[in-house]
């Protein structure tokens, strides 16, 4: 059967969650001219968490004809501060039940690991990070939710890049945490390539536990390559060199990412994450990820 497809508006992150030029309610209506079968919804984007307010949101999601498969959140675990660890729980809490209302039962609610402080080791940070998260999971198993750890790079209001960006760091987390029904891998590709690693083999490690996936794509600008752009960690970060673009057409490699996919029976959504130039771009990269569940998953 093939993949569902869902979109979400990169490229309004900020007029939408930052500077609040655009409504949730806005980007929905302009969404129904994309074919996809859902919108990923970011906290970000609401102006409250009160039930009433989530459920007008949930109703526009859902007379526009699409569902929520997921809601992005960026819960910042390793902060140094324990006081903080635990708000960032109880917020989360209410997320996890947010994600429910939005997307019922199965939708995925995203974690992170945090930010990478500089004065955290990294024993200290996979210790709290792996805690805050199964501090979580009676919650989303409650719900009927999947919390969904994804291969960041750094949320776009954090100060410092995310604690597990390197795959040996991520790896380490997911595998400290056993639970394979309500916790797995939210899989972005193009992240790993900003991490500096490679996005296939990072897949091969946690196929058997992708829950979701996202499919942006970048690609270097002419007479840039990889190296020169790797930084003292490893990492590329957000090079000015290392530009969003039609998915399917950058650096990654989506055939073999579908071909792991489907050998590991891959049931999941798979989110554009597109249209940082325009939502023609969005529309084409929707296009190539129909052609490729059609190829892989039909």
Same mark, same amino acid.
């Given at each position: 059967?093939?993949?569902?497809?869902?979109?979400?508006?990169?490229?309004?992150?900020?007029?939408?969650?930052?500077?609040?030029?655009?409504?949730?309610?806005?980007?929905?209506?302009?969404?129904?001219?994309?074919?996809?079968?859902?919108?990923?919804?970011?906290?970000?984007?609401?102006?409250?968490?009160?039930?009433?307010?989530?459920?007008?949101?949930?109703?526009?999601? +859902?007379?526009?004809?699409?569902?929520?498969?997921? %809601? /992005? /959140?960026?819960?910042?675990?390793?902060?140094?501060?324990?006081?903080?660890?635990?708000?960032?729980?109880?917020?989360?809490?209410?997320?996890?039940?947010?994600?429910?209302?939005?997307?019922?039962?199965?939708?995925? /609610?995203?974690?992170?690991? *945090?930010?990478?402080?500089?004065?955290?080791?990294?024993?200290?940070?996979?210790?709290?990070?792996?805690? /805050?998260?199964?501090?979580?999971?009676?919650?989303?198993?409650?719900?009927?939710?999947?919390?969904?750890?994804?291969? +960041?790079?750094?949320?776009?209001?954090?100060? !410092?890049?995310?604690?597990?960006?390197?795959?040996?760091?991520?790896?380490? =987390?997911?595998?400290?945490?056993?639970?394979?029904?309500?916790? *797995?891998?939210?899989?972005?590709?193009?992240?790993?390539?900003?991490?500096?690693?490679?996005?296939?083999?990072?897949?091969? +490690?946690?196929?058997?536990?992708?829950?979701?996936?996202?499919?942006?794509?970048?690609?270097?600008?002419?007479?840039?390559?990889?190296?020169?752009?790797?930084?003292?960690?490893?990492?590329?970060? !957000?090079?000015?060199?290392?530009?969003?673009?039609?998915?399917?057409?950058? %650096? &990654?490699?989506?055939?073999?990412?579908?071909?792991? %996919?489907?050998?590991?029976? !891959?049931?999941?959504?798979?989110?554009?994450?597109?249209?940082? &130039?325009?939502?023609?771009?969005?529309?084409?990269?929707?296009?190539? =990820?129909?052609?490729?569940?059609?190829?892989?998953?039909?």
């Amino acid at each position: 059967m093939p993949l569902k497809i869902s979109a979400f508006p990169k490229c309004y992150l900020d007029t939408i969650a930052g500077t609040r030029e655009m409504t949730v309610f806005q980007w929905i209506e302009m969404a129904k001219n994309l074919d996809a079968d859902g919108l990923e919804m970011y906290d970000g984007f609401f102006t409250s968490l009160d039930n009433d307010y989530i459920d007008k949101v949930a109703n526009a999601i +859902h007379d526009a004809g699409f569902a929520m498969p997921m %809601l /992005c /959140c960026s819960p910042d675990f390793t902060h140094p501060d324990a006081n903080v660890r635990k708000q960032m729980i109880d917020t989360h809490i209410k997320k996890i039940e947010v994600t429910r209302r939005l997307g019922g039962n199965g939708a995925v /609610c995203r974690v992170l690991s *945090g930010q990478r402080f500089p004065e955290v080791s990294r024993a200290q940070g996979l210790a709290w990070a792996a805690d /805050c998260i199964k501090a979580l999971l009676p919650v989303a198993r409650q719900n009927g939710i999947i919390l969904g750890l994804e291969n +960041h790079y750094k949320d776009g209001f954090w100060k !410092y890049p995310e604690f597990a960006q390197k795959m040996d760091v991520f790896l380490d =987390l997911v595998n400290s945490i056993e639970d394979r029904e309500n916790f *797995g891998v939210q899989f972005d590709p193009s992240n790993a390539i900003v991490a500096g690693d490679d996005p296939v083999e990072l897949l091969r +490690h946690v196929a058997s536990r992708v829950v979701s996936m996202h499919a942006s794509d970048r690609y270097l600008e002419a007479g840039a390559n990889i190296d020169e752009l790797r930084q003292s960690d490893g990492t590329l970060g !957000y090079s000015a060199k290392l530009k969003h673009g039609v998915t399917g057409k950058g %650096l &990654n490699d989506f055939d073999t990412i579908f071909r792991i %996919l489907k050998e590991n029976n !891959y049931q999941g959504w798979v989110s554009i994450e597109d249209g940082m &130039n325009g939502m023609e771009e969005m529309a084409e990269s929707l296009a190539f =990820l129909r052609m490729m569940s059609q190829k892989y998953f039909s």
